[in-house]
C-alpha cells in the first residue's frame, strides 16, 4: 500500500490498482498543485506495481471530486503563472492517460470541473445513476483547462461536449451515459463490480473511434459552420465582450478542433490567458462569496422536516413548491381553497420542468399538503407566512396562530418591508419571529433576505439561515429597514429609469443602456415583469428613505389596470406574455449618459445602505446585489465596481 496525504494506492486480489482520493480536511476532495503533484507520484508506483487495470475512486461521502481548488486561482497574478498550474495538470494527466494499463474512474456524487477532466484522462468511467457530471467553468470565467476541453469533444463529439462545457449545466449520470461519457450508469451498490468488470473485460487501453459524423463537422469547413452556429446560440445567452470564455473555446475549437496536439496547446495557452482577466477574478471572488452566504447555514444544525405556509398566493405557493420539492414536508393554507388549487397545479408544472421523473414528480406532489383548516400549524417546525402585506391582519393572524405552535417552532414571515419590531408586539414569544424575504419569482432567485428584530432570538436566525441553504438557496442578513436591502437599491433605480421615460426617452434605449453594462433585464422590461402595482407601493414605501418622487402617470396607469405583463399593456405592450419592442434608436453618448445615470442611483443607494449598516460589509452587499438582481456578475458587484470605476 502506498499513501500520500490525498491518495492510497492498494492492489486486490485480481492484481489491480485501487487509487482512492481523500483530500484531508475538506468536505469534497479538490484538486490542488499538491494533489495532482501527489497523483503523479502515485503513477509512478502503480507503474512498479506491473498492475493489471487502475481505479480512481473517491473515499468522500460526497462526491468524486468537486474541481480544481479555485482558491489557488486567486493566487494566480499572471498568464505565465497560471500557465505552470495548468501544465502541471496536463502533465500528469496526460501520464494517466498514457499508462499501459486499462483505466477507469468511479464516480459517485459530484464529479465537476477538473475532476471530470481527470476521469476523462482515464480509459473508462462508471457512474452512479444520480451521479453530477458537469463542466462549471463558464461560470469563473474560464473553461475546461486540465485538457477536458479535447478530450470531452473526443469522447462525445462536439455537440454534446460544447453544449456542456458552454453552458456550465451539469447532468446525470443516467445522462452521462446516453451521452457517451461514461461507460456505464449503475445504482450504487452495483458499482464496484461494474467497474470491475469493464477493467476485466477490457484487458487493454481503450481505443478511440471517430464516427463519420464527427469526422464531417471536424473538417475544415464543418468546425467554421458548426462554430458559426455555436457562437450564434451562446450570444443569446451573453455578452462576448462581457463573458469571452466561451467564445475563446469556440474559436480554439474551430482553429484546431483537427489536430489534438495543437488544441492541447492552444487550451492551455487561452486558459491561462482567461485566469487573469478581471471579469474572472470577479468571478471567482463571487464564488467565494457564495460560500460566506452558505456559511451562515453552519450556525444551526435544526433541520426543517415540515413547513406550514399560510397564504397560497404569488409567493406562500411558489415557496411552498420550492420547500416540497427541496424534500420538506408542506402543509398550504390560505383562506380560499380556489388559491390553493392554483397553487399545487403551479407546483405540477415545476416539478415536471425541474424533477422530469414521474416518481420523484409524484413524490414531491405528496410532500405538498392543502391544508385549509391550518391543522399543520401544531406540528411544523417552522410556520411560513406570506399572507398580505398589512400590519393588523399580519398581526391578528399571528394572535390565531401563536397558541397552537409547537414548543420551539419558528415563526417566519416574507414580508417585503414591514418592521419585525411592528410585527412582534402582538407575539407573547417575540424570540420565535424571523424575517425569510424571497424574491420573485421564487424558483429562479437564490438569494433570500433573513431579518432579525430586536426581541428575535439569535437561535431562531440560526434555524432560518440553516433552512434557507437547507433549501439550496443563499440567505443574507439584513437590518429591518424599510426595503430591506435589495429593494432599497433598486427601486431608485427602477424609478430613475421611469423618470427618464417621464422625459420622453424611448424605454428600449434605456432597457438597452441596462443590459448592455450587464443587467440580466432592462429597468423596464423589469418594472412590467414585477407589476406597476407593487413598484408603485413599493416606491411610495420607500418614498421617505430614498427621496424619489413618483411620477404622476405612474399612478394613473396602475389605477386604470394598466399593471404591466400581468395585465397585457405596461411601459410595453405584451403578446402571449412577450414584450414587443421597437429597436432602440439611441446614440453611444445618449447610451452612456442613460447608463451612468441609472447607475448611479445604485452606487450612492449602496453606499447609503452600508452607512446605515443595513447589511454588515460591502462584500456582503455586493454578493445580495448580484444574487438577488443579477446585478452584471462579471463587475463583481456594485462596491467592487464603484471601487474599480473610482466612484467610491
Ligand atoms: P398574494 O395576494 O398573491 O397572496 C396572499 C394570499 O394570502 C392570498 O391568497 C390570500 O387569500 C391569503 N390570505 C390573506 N389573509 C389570509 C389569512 N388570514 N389566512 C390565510 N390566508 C390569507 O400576495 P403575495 O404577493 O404572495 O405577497 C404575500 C407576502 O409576500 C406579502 O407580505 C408581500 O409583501 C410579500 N412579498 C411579495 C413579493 C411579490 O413579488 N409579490 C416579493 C416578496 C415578498
Not at 426581541?455 to 430591506?484: C, D, M, N, W, Y
Amino acid at each position: 500500500m502506498s499513501k500520500s496525504q490525498a491518495w492510497t494506492l492498494e492492489t486486490d486480489e485480481q492484481g489491480v490498482a485501487w487509487l482512492h482520493l481523500d483530500v484531508p480536511d475538506k468536505g469534497a476532495n479538490v484538486l490542488s498543485q499538491a494533489v495532482v503533484k501527489a497523483l503523479g507520484d502515485q503513477l509512478d508506483e502503480v507503474e512498479k506495481n506491473d498492475a493489471k487495470g487502475l481505479i480512481i475512486v473517491s473515499d468522500k461521502k460526497a462526491g468524486f471530486i468537486a474541481g480544481a481548488d479555485v482558491e489557488e486561482f486567486t493566487h494566480v497574478k499572471t498568464a505565465e503563472e497560471a500557465k505552470a498550474v495548468i501544465a502541471l495538470a496536463h502533465g500528469v494527466f496526460n501520464r494517466l492517460q498514457g499508462l499501459n494499463i486499462p483505466t477507469l474512474a468511479l464516480i459517485h456524487g459530484h464529479c465537476l470541473g477538473g475532476g471530470l477532466e481527470l476521469s476523462l484522462a482515464c480509459d473508462y468511467r462508471v457512474a452512479e445513476e444520480t451521479a453530477s457530471l458537469g463542466f462549471p467553468e463558464v461560470m469563473l470565467g474560464i473553461f475546461p483547462g486540465f485538457g477536458g476541453s479535447v478530450r470531452s469533444i473526443r469522447l462525445m463529439g462536439v455537440q454534446h461536449a460544447m453544449t456542456m462545457m458552454l453552458t456550465g449545466r451539469p447532468v446525470v449520470g443516467k445522462r452521462a451515459k446516453r451521452m457517451g461519457l461514461v461507460d456505464a450508469a449503475v445504482p450504487e451498490r452495483q458499482m464496484k463490480r461494474a467497474a470491475v468488470q469493464i477493467i476485466a473485460q477490457a484487458g487493454s487501453k481503450r481505443v478511440y473511434q471517430t464516427p463519420l459524423l464527427q469526422k464531417v463537422i471536424n473538417s475544415s469547413l464543418g468546425r467554421k459552420l458548426v462554430a458559426m452556429g455555436l457562437r450564434k446560440m451562446t450570444r443569446k445567452r451573453v455578452n462576448p465582450k462581457h463573458y469571452p470564455a466561451p467564445f475563446a473555446l469556440i474559436d480554439m475549437w474551430a482553429r484546431f478542433g483537427n489536430n489534438t496536439k495543437r488544441m492541447f496547446q492552444a487550451e492551455m495557452d487561452t486558459v491561462s490567458k482567461l485566469l487573469v482577466l478581471p471579469q474572472t477574478q470577479n468571478l471567482v471572488r463571487l464564488f467565494f462569496l457564495q460560500d460566506r452566504l452558505k456559511s451562515f447555514g453552519k450556525a444551526s444544525d435544526a433541520k426543517i422536516n415540515h413547513i406550514h405556509v399560510i397564504g397560497a398566493g404569488v409567493m406562500g405557493g411558489d415557496i411552498a413548491a420550492w420547500c416540497a420539492m427541496q424534500g420538506i414536508k408542506v402543509t398550504l393554507q390560505d383562506q380560499d381553497m380556489q388559491v390553493i388549487a392554483r397553487a399545487i397545479k403551479r407546483a405540477a408544472g415545476l416539478f415536471q420542468k425541474k424533477l422530469r421523473e414521474p416518481r420523484l414528480v409524484q413524490a414531491a406532489l405528496d410532500r405538498l399538503i392543502p391544508d385549509l383548516a391550518g391543522l399543520g400549524i401544531a406540528e411544523a417546525d417552522m410556520v411560513l407566512e406570506a399572507i398580505v402585506e398589512n400590519l393588523d391582519i399580519k398581526q391578528s393572524l399571528y394572535q390565531s396562530i401563536e397558541p397552537k405552535m409547537k414548543q420551539g417552532a419558528v415563526l417566519a414571515t416574507n414580508t417585503s418591508g414591514i418592521p419585525m419590531d411592528d410585527l412582534a408586539t402582538v407575539l407573547t414569544a417575540p424570540e420565535r419571529l424571523v424575517g425569510i424575504h424571497f424574491f420573485n419569482p421564487v424558483a429562479k432567485m437564490k438569494l433570500v433576505e433573513t431579518i432579525a428584530g430586536k426581541k428575535t432570538a439569535k437561535e431562531t436566525l440560526a434555524i432560518a439561515h440553516r433552512f434557507v441553504t437547507q433549501i439550496r438557496k443563499l440567505p443574507l442578513p439584513v437590518k429591518s429597514s424599510p426595503g430591506f436591502l435589495v429593494n432599497r437599491i433598486l427601486m431608485p433605480y427602477l424609478m430613475e429609469a421611469v423618470n427618464m421615460v417621464d422625459e420622453g426617452k424611448q424605454p428600449e434605449c434605456i432597457d438597452k443602456a441596462a443590459t448592455d453594462f450587464g443587467m440580466p433585464m432592462g429597468p423596464i422590461t423589469l418594472a412590467d415583469t414585477v407589476g406597476l402595482d407593487i413598484c408603485l407601493a413599493v416606491a411610495h414605501d420607500l418614498a421617505d428613505v430614498t427621496g424619489d418622487k413618483v411620477p404622476e402617470f405612474l399612478q394613473t396607469w396602475v389605477e386604470q389596470g394598466r399593471l404591466g405583463k400581468k395585465s397585457g399593456q405596461g411601459f410595453y405592450r405584451y403578446n402571449k406574455g412577450k414584450p414587443v419592442m421597437s429597436k432602440a434608436n439611441v446614440s453611444n453618448k445618449e447610451q452612456q449618459e442613460i447608463t451612468d445615470r441609472l447607475i448611479t442611483r445604485i452606487v450612492d443607494e449602496a453606499k447609503r445602505c452600508l452607512d446605515e449598516g443595513v447589511v454588515e460589509d460591502a462584500d456582503l452587499l455586493d454578493a445580495g446585489m448580484v444574487f438577488g438582481t443579477g446585478f452584471a456578475p462579471f463587475r463583481g458587484g456594485v462596491m467592487k465596481y464603484a471601487a474599480d470605476e473610482g466612484k467610491l
